[in-house]
Structures are given as structure tokens and as C-alpha cells.
């Protein structure tokens, strides 16, 4: 289990946006990124192993979520010590839209973010983006699309920078040098988001990317 997992940015599809404030003639919105809930839910079982995390509510508004850093030792039936769980908390306010339920959710995926899911998000840039109106609300207008998605892909090629890249390409380009055709399939199979993907093969140079394609038949 490695927990660094837990901050990988998530696919471009799975990061959804929601109008925050808006200017006075209701034209323009702050665009806010956001997950859903059962994102964080697939993250931690992913990385962790749904049998090693959990999560409660010791009250209104407050979501706890546990993760088992350390197994507990059982000897003839009798416990030597209990697994060891760490815990991060944090808590929402009910929400406009869904109530107590939209509480409990949010609570849940803040206090996925104390564990890094989806902290990057925060980062994102937040931009003044064309609303239109749907019944008593506003959303997003078709326009917004094409630059909220240029945001996200360019926090991938950012995240893809620290460090991943380089090794990728290293490991990518050893294989290539010996001949290991399934050492590229399998280093390419860890790789299962289209515009991650896209952005890596670029990085190749002609010739490689031919030799690649040959290997991955």
C-alpha cells in the first residue's frame, strides 16, 4: 500500500465543475472544480484495499475516515496487539441543494482531502466562466466547456512532471534497449487515463514510438 497514491489527479471525465459566486447580471460564474463521493470511495479501496479503511460520523457533520497502517498480530487464537488505524477528520455544513445527505458527503470527501484525495483541486485555477440560468439555479454554459478542460489537463502535465515522467521514460526506454516487449505492455497498462497517456507518447521521439508500436502488437 502506498499512500502517495492516495494525491494522483483523477481522469479529466471524473472532475466535475459547479457555478460558485456570480456577478450581478447573472451572466458570469466562478467555476469550481469538485469530485463526487464515490470517487474517494474507489481511491481509498484502490489504494488501500476496501478491507483496510472505513469511515464514521461521531457526529452531525463531522465524517472520520481510517486507514490500517499497520496489521495486528493473532497467536493461537489469542491477539498480541490489534491492527493499528490512523485517523483524519473534518466536517461540513448542510448544503442548499441536498440537505443532510449533501452534509454527510461533503464531510466525507473533505476528510478524504486531509489524506490527499483530490487535494490538488484546490490548486486549480477557479475562472469566471458564461452560466445560464436552469430553473431556480445556474450552471455552467456549454461555452465554459473547452477552457475547464484545458485546466485540467494542465494540471496532469503538471503532475505528470514531478517525477513519474522521468521514470516512466526510463524504464520505457531500458525495455526498449533490450528488446522487452512485455515489460513496455505492462508499464503502459499502469497508465489507464487517455489524456495522461497522450500527453507521455508525445514525449517519445519517432523512432521510439515506432519501435513501441511493433512491441505492443
Known amino acids: ?19 460558485g459566486a456570480t456577478n450581478a447580471d447573472k451572466t458570469k460564474g ?6 463526487d463521493a464515490r470517487d474517494v470511495m474507489e481511491r481509498l479501496d484502490k489504494v488501500c484495499g476496501s478491507e483496510y479503511w472505513q469511515n464514521r460520523y461521531p457526529f452531525a457533520g463531522c465524517c472520520e475516515i481510517g486507514i490500517q497502517t499497520q496489521d495486528g498480530l493473532i497467536t493461537e487464537g489469542q491477539v498480541i496487539h490489534p491492527p493499528v488505524w490512523a485517523w483524519k477528520s473534518n466536517g461540513a455544513g448542510e448544503t442548499d441543494f441536498e ?14 482531502v486531509l489524506w ?5 483541486l484546490y490548486d486549480l ?27 485540467i489537463k494542465d494540471t496532469v502535465r503538471v503532475y505528470i512532471a514531478r517525477g ?19 515489460g513496455v505492455k505492462e508499464l503502459w497498462a499502469e497508465w489507464t487515463d487517455t489524456d495522461q497517456k497522450t500527453i ?11 519501435a513501441m508500436k511493433e512491441m505492443m502488437k
Not at 131 to 139: A, C, P, Q, V
Not at 200 to 210: A, Q
Request: glycine letters at 8%; aromatic letters at 12%.
Open 125 to 151: 485555477d477557479s475562472p469566471w466562466v458564461e452560466i445560464t440560468k436552469r430553473g431556480k439555479s445556474y450552471i455552467l454554459a456549454d461555452s465554459a466547456k473547452t477552457q475547464l478542460d484545458k485546466i
Open 116 to 120: 490527499g484525495i483530490g487535494r490538488y
Open 30 to 35: 466562478i467555476a469550481l472544480a469538485y469530485i
Open 1 to 19: 500500500m502506498n499512500l502517495d497514491d492516495l494525491y494522483k489527479p483523477f481522469p479529466a471525465h471524473r472532475v466535475h465543475w459547479r457555478v
Open 164 to 182: 513519474e515522467k522521468s521514470e516512466f521514460l526510463k524504464q520505457c526506454r531500458e525495455c526498449l534497449s533490450t528488446g522487452d516487449d512485455k
Open 99 to 112: 440537505g443532510t445527505k449533501g452534509q454527510f458527503s461533503d464531510a466525507f470527501k473533505r476528510a478524504g
Open 200 to 210: 507521455l507518447w508525445g514525449s517519445f521521439s519517432s523512432h521510439e514510438r515506432t
